[in-house]
């Protein structure tokens, strides 16, 4: 009798790993949550185990997403992080969130992608919301972002606004910020103002909805009310959809194939750079997560979350 011969065995891909900062607004929360289950879904076909959490705030928490995926088999996985760009979240708090982990469960690990942005997909999301309220033509635009004490981050949202600008027709392209970083949505939409526009789009650079993205909206409304001379409109935030989801894809397989281009050149924990020298070589902790087991490692902070 002959024994058929067995083709060598495949191991599974590891799973996909969503990273994300946490909201305290709970249409936040579920909009993640359905993002997660569209990335899934996007990748069910290739048999592609994929969860997610945050790292503080509310659930679900990174410690019960990386639990799951033990549970269900993975002791390898990417991880990547739900932020548009290299922020204090994306170079410290989630991978030291992530390391929590490695901790807890001896024989796990990770490899951990790159930021989302800025990315022309990203940039086609934007025009497209803008879109919806506005054509370009005698359109400015003000790209507001969440704002950081990393100078790089807020480099990187007003590098993503000259990227809109490039091969559109907008009138121009301003930036601003909802907190920590300076020129404030107000302040903003006076510069367009004064440089002539008479019709203004604010664009949230947000990938969710949360309290920092309506706070855009409220503070362009009330920009509007009291400048009648300007049509101020608000176009929606990026949000859960399908080119998003590719691209998150496109960071997960870069993450497996080692092809991590991450900009640390000019990094204030890396770089010394005037008027950060106290993040230069800054240790990096996990925050605590009031869902997450206490383990006595994280500590608390106080500033404004989405």
């Not at 608000?234 to 496109?250: S, Y």
């Amino acid at each position: 009798m002959t024994v058929p011969m067995r083709g060598p065995l495949t191991r599974p891909a590891a799973p996909l790993m969503l990273a994300g900062h946490g909201t305290v607004d709970a249409s936040g929360v579920a909009e993640f949550v359905s993002f997660t289950d569209r990335v899934r879904r996007l990748l069910a076909a290739e048999e592609i185990d994929v969860d997610g959490g945050f790292i503080e705030l509310s659930p679900p928490t990174v410690h019960e997403a990386w639990a799951a995926l033990t549970d269900r088999g993975h002791q390898h996985r990417a991880a990547v992080p739900m932020v548009l760009v290299a922020a204090g979240h994306a170079k410290g708090d989630i991978p030291a969130a992530l390391e929590r982990e490695v901790r807890r469960e001896p024989g796990t690990s990770y490899v951990f992608g790159r930021p989302l942005g800025p990315h022309p997909v990203l940039q086609e999301i934007l025009a497209a919301r803008i879109g919806a309220v506005a054509e370009p033509e005698g359109t400015a635009v003000l790209l507001v972002g969440r704002g950081s004490t990393d100078p790089d981050a807020n480099a990187e949202v007003c590098k993503v606004a000259r990227l809109l600008q490039e091969g559109r027709s907008y009138e121009f392209v301003e930036t601003a910020f909802v907190s920590l970083a300076r020129p404030d949505v107000a302040t903003g939409l006076a510069r367009c103002r004064a440089l002539g526009a008479t019709r203004v789009v604010v664009a949230p650079y947000f990938l969710f909805d949360g309290v920092l993205p309506r706070r855009v909206v409220d503070q362009a409304r009330a920009f509007g009310a009291e400048h009648p001379d300007v049509d101020v409109r608000t176009a929606g935030h990026l949000g859960d959809c399908d080119e998003l989801a590719g691209l998150v894809v496109e960071r997960y397989r870069e993450a497996l194939d080692g092809d991590i281009r991450m900009n640390c050149d000019t990094c204030a924990y890396r770089v010394l750079l005037p008027g950060f020298e106290d993040k230069l070589g800054a240790p990096q902790t996990p925050h605590h997560h009031p869902d997450d087991p206490a383990d006595g490692s994280g500590h608390g902070h106080g500033h404004a979350h989405a």
